[in-house]
C-alpha cells in the first residue's frame, strides 16, 4: 500500500499535475478542441455557412476535432526519402512540446504554478523562442522548396515579432515594477488592469502575439495558395497532428500570458476565493478564451499579408510602437509613482 | 566555380493554388525572375470534336470550354452559326439572350472575385462570392432550366421564354446584390490588407496591355475602352444604356474594381431589360412553322427542337462572331462545307489571350504575388486549354 500511496503523492504533486492536467497537457486538449471548433464555427457563421455539424449533433459539431484526430491517427505516416529522418520526425515533437512547456511557468492562483521564478514573465516568452528553431528544422529536414521557403519565412516573422513582443513585456515589466507573474497579477488586483495601463504594450502585444502564432492576416508561413502548408507540406498522420496542434498550443499558452499580463489574471477574485486554484484557473481561462476567440476571428475578416509588408508592420510599426509603450510605462511609473 | 543562385520553383499541376496548369517560376530569394506558365493539362480537343458533331451538338460542347461562362460562349457559337444560315432571331429572343448572358456575366464575375479572395487568403470573399452566384444560378435556372450548362441560345431564337414570376425575383435578386456589393466593399475590396496586398502589384501599363493583346476586363484596368458590345455592337446592345469600365491603375485591384464596375453596370442592363422587353415569338419564323405542334409550342412557351435542327445544313461558307464574354473577347470562326458537320471550327477564348499577361505582370513581382496576380486575371484554365 505505501507504494501506492507513494504513486499517488507523486502523480498529485503539482510538479506532475499541472503540466499533464492542469492548466497543462490534458486542459490545453480540451481548450484546442474548444477553439478550433469556435474558429470553424464563427467563421461559418460569418460565412453563411453551418461549419462543423455532424459529429455529435446535440453538441454543434464540438467533438469534430476528435473525430479528425481519430482520422489522423490512423493515416499512414509517409517520411520522404530524401528527408533527414531523425529531424523529419522528432522536429514536431519537440516543437509541440516546446510550445506547450510555457504553461509550467504560468501561475494560476498565489499558490499554484508548477514552476515558481520571480522571473516567470521572462521565461514564459524565452521557452517560446526556441520553438521557431525547430520549425527551421522542420522545414530544412522535409527536403521540399515549398517547406522550406515555409520555414524561412517563420524565421523571417520571429525576427519581426520578438522583438516587440519582448519590449512591449518590458514595458509592463517597468510599469509592475516586477518580472513575476504571480506579482503581476497582484498589481492588478486595485481594478486597473494592464490593458488599460499601457494600451500601447496591449496592442504590440497582441499583434505580435499574432504573428507567433501564425494567425491571420500574418499567416505567411502556411499560405496555402503559396506554398501548399508551408513547412509542414511533407507530413501526413498524427506527426502532421503535432504540427498543427503546436500553433494552437502556443495561442493557448500566448493567450493565457495575455490574460494575467493585461487582463487581471485572476482578479476580481479575492483571497478566501484564490485559494483552491479552480476558481482562479477557471477565471483565467475564460479571459485566455476571449482572447484566443479574438485571434481566431481574424480570419474571417483579414486575407494574408505578403512577408515583407510582415517585416516591414514589425519593424516600422510594431518595434516603435513597443518602445512608445516603454516610454509611456515610464510616465506612468514617473506620475503615478508606483 | 559557380553556385547555383536561383531556386526553379515548380508549382502545380498538384498544388492549392495552380489551377490547372503547371507555373514555372524561377526565383531569386522571393524575387521572380522568370515565369513560364505551363498549359494544356486540360486540353480536350474541342476543336476537333466539333468536326465530328452536327451543329446543334456543338452548343454543349462549346459551353464545356468555360463552365462559369457558358451562355456568352454559346452566344458566340449561335451567332456564327446564325450568319451561316443567314438567319436573325426575333426581339423578344435577342432580349433573353442579353438577358442570360448578362445574368452569366454577373455570376462569373462573382466566381473569379471568390477564387481571388481566396488565393490571397480571404475565404470569407470566397464563401459570400460563392453563396451570392446562387441567387443567379436560381434565376438562369428559371429561364432555361438548367443551372450551369443552359444551351438556352439556339440558332433561330431561344428554347424558353421568360417565366411568369421572373420579373420581380430578378429584381429582388438585384437590389440584393447591390447591397451586397457594399458589404465585400468593406470586408474584402477595400480591406487594408487587401489594399497592401493589390495595390501597384502586377501592373500592366496601357501601352503594354495592347501590345501583347490582354483582352477584357483585365484589358479595360490598363485604361484601354475596348469591349466588344460598344465596338461592334451584336444583339440588343446599342439598345442598352451602359458604360465600359475603365481604370487607369493596370495593377491587381485595378482589375478587381473593373469587375465590380461590371456587375454594377450588368445590373443596370438588366434592369433596363426587363423593363423594356417586347412581346413576341421566341423563335424565328423560318423555324417556328416547323415546330410539331405549333399551339402547342405556343402554351408551355418552350422550344421543343424540330427535327430540322439535328440536320441543318448551313450553305458553303465561313462566318466569325464576336462576343464580349465575361473575361474578355471571345472569337468563333466557322467553316462550312455544305455537311451537317463544319468543315473547321475555331475557337480563340478570352483566357487563351489573357495568359500572357501572367508572365509580363509577374516578373520581378513576389513569391506571394504569384495568386493574388493569378486570382486577378480571372484566368479560368479549361476556357484557355479547350
Known amino acids: 500500500m505505501n507504494v501506492v500511496e507513494q504513486l499517488l503523492q507523486i502523480l498529485l504533486s503539482p510538479t506532475i499535475i499541472i503540466p499533464l492536467i492542469f492548466p497543462g497537457l490534458l486542459t490545453t486538449f480540451l481548450v484546442i478542441i474548444f477553439i478550433a471548433w469556435f474558429e470553424r464555427k464563427l467563421t461559418a457563421k460569418v460565412q453563411l455557412r453551418y461549419g462543423p455539424l455532424y459529429v455529435l449533433k446535440s453538441l454543434g459539431g464540438l467533438p469534430q476535432l476528435v473525430a479528425d484526430l481519430l482520422k489522423f491517427l490512423f493515416t499512414e505516416i509517409i517520411i520522404p526519402k530524401g528527408s533527414d529522418k531523425k529531424a523529419f520526425i522528432l522536429s514536431p515533437i519537440f516543437l509541440f512540446t516546446l510550445s506547450m512547456l510555457p504553461v509550467v511557468a504560468i501561475p494560476l492562483s498565489n499558490s499554484y504554478a508548477a514552476f515558481f521564478s520571480d522571473l516567470s514573465l521572462l521565461l514564459v516568452l524565452a521557452l517560446l523562442t526556441i520553438t521557431p528553431i525547430f520549425m527551421l528544422l522542420l522545414g530544412w529536414s522535409s527536403n521540399n522548396k515549398f517547406s522550406f521557403i515555409g520555414s524561412l519565412r517563420d524565421g523571417y516573422l520571429m525576427m519581426a515579432y520578438e522583438i516587440p513582443m519582448f519590449v512591449s513585456i518590458l514595458a509592463m515589466a517597468v510599469a509592475y515594477d516586477t518580472l513575476d507573474l504571480v506579482q503581476v497579477v497582484g498589481r492588478q488586483s486595485s481594478g486597473l488592469w494592464g490593458i488599460a495601463l499601457n494600451p500601447l504594450a496591449a496592442i504590440t502585444f497582441f499583434v505580435a502575439m499574432l504573428m507567433t502564432t501564425a494567425r491571420f492576416p500574418f499567416d505567411v508561413a502556411e499560405a496555402e495558395s503559396e506554398l501548399v502548408i508551408g513547412p509542414y507540406t511533407e507530413y501526413s498522420g498524427i506527426i502532421f497532428v503535432l504540427c498543427l496542434g503546436a500553433s494552437y498550443a502556443k495561442l493557448s499558452v500566448l493567450s493565457l500570458f495575455f490574460a494575467e499580463v493585461f487582463l487581471g489574471g485572476w482578479n476580481p477574485l479575492i483571497w478566501p476565493l484564490t485559494l483552491n486554484p479552480i476558481l482562479p484557473g477557471v477565471a483565467v481561462f475564460v479571459k485566455g478564451l476571449l482572447v484566443m476567440g479574438l485571434c481566431v476571428f481574424m480570419r474571417s475578416i483579414y486575407p494574408r499579408f505578403r512577408i515583407d509588408q510582415v517585416l516591414k508592420l514589425g519593424w516600422h510599426t510594431l518595434f516603435v510602437l513597443s518602445v512608445a509603450s516603454v516610454a509611456l510605462s515610464l510616465g506612468i511609473v514617473w506620475v503615478l509613482g508606483f | ?379 479560368f484554365p479549361p476556357e484557355a486549354d479547350r
Open chain 2, 1 to 379: 566555380m559557380s553556385e547555383e543562385q536561383t531556386l526553379e520553383l515548380l508549382i502545380g499541376p498538384q498544388h492549392p493554388g495552380s489551377g490547372h496548369m503547371r507555373l514555372v517560376a524561377e526565383m531569386d530569394g522571393d524575387v521572380i525572375l522568370n515565369f513560364e506558365p505551363n498549359i494544356g493539362y486540360v486540353h480536350r480537343a474541342v476543336e476537333k470534336i466539333a468536326e465530328t458533331k452536327t451543329y446543334v451538338q456543338i452548343i454543349p460542347l462549346v459551353e464545356r470550354t468555360s463552365l462559369p461562362d457558358t451562355a456568352n460562349h454559346n452566344l458566340g457559337y449561335v451567332l456564327a452559326l446564325e450568319r451561316l444560315l443567314g438567319i436573325d432571331a426575333p426581339l423578344r429572343a435577342q432580349y433573353l439572350r442579353i438577358l442570360l448572358a448578362e445574368i452569366n456575366r454577373i455570376h462569373s464575375h462573382l466566381y473569379g472575385m471568390g477564387i481571388h479572395g481566396n488565393m490571397i487568403g480571404s475565404t470569407t470573399m470566397l464563401m459570400w462570392a460563392f453563396g451570392d452566384r446562387e441567387p443567379f444560378i436560381e434565376l438562369a435556372q428559371r429561364l432555361t432550366g438548367a443551372r450551369l450548362s443552359y444551351s438556352y441560345i439556339i440558332p433561330g431564337g431561344v428554347r424558353r421564354d421568360l417565366p411568369q414570376d421572373f420579373r420581380n425575383d430578378a429584381l429582388k435578386a438585384l437590389s440584393y446584390m447591390e447591397r451586397r456589393l457594399k458589404d465585400y466593399d468593406r470586408i474584402f475590396v477595400h480591406n487594408p490588407v487587401t489594399l497592401a496586398r493589390l495595390k501597384g502589384v502586377g501592373v500592366i501599363n496601357r501601352i503594354d496591355a495592347a501590345r501583347i493583346g490582354v483582352v477584357g476586363p483585365n484589358l479595360r484596368a490598363s485604361g484601354i475602352a475596348y469591349d466588344v458590345r460598344k465596338i461592334e455592337p451584336y444583339c440588343i446592345y446599342p439598345d442598352l444604356d451602359f458604360e465600359v469600365v475603365v481604370r487607369d491603375e493596370g495593377d491587381a485591384h485595378a482589375r478587381l474594381l473593373v469587375r465590380i464596375g461590371e456587375i454594377e453596370q450588368s445590373i443596370s442592363m438588366i434592369r433596363q431589360i426587363l423593363g423594356k422587353i417586347p412581346d413576341g415569338s421566341i423563335l424565328a419564323d423560318r423555324y417556328l412553322d416547323l415546330v410539331p405542334s405549333r399551339t402547342r409550342f405556343e402554351k408551355r412557351s418552350s422550344v421543343k427542337f424540330p427535327a430540322l435542327f439535328s440536320g441543318l445544313k448551313p450553305s458553303k461558307g465561313e462566318a466569325v462572331s464576336r462576343v464580349e464574354a465575361s473575361r474578355g473577347e471571345l472569337f468563333h470562326y466557322l467553316v462550312s462545307d455544305g455537311s451537317t458537320h463544319p468543315y473547321r471550327f475555331r475557337i480563340v477564348t478570352p483566357s487563351f489571350k489573357n495568359l500572357i499577361a501572367f508572365k509580363h505582370a509577374l516578373l520581378g513581382q513576389k513569391l506571394a504575388d504569384i495568386p493574388a496576380v493569378y486570382g486577378s486575371l480571372d484566368y
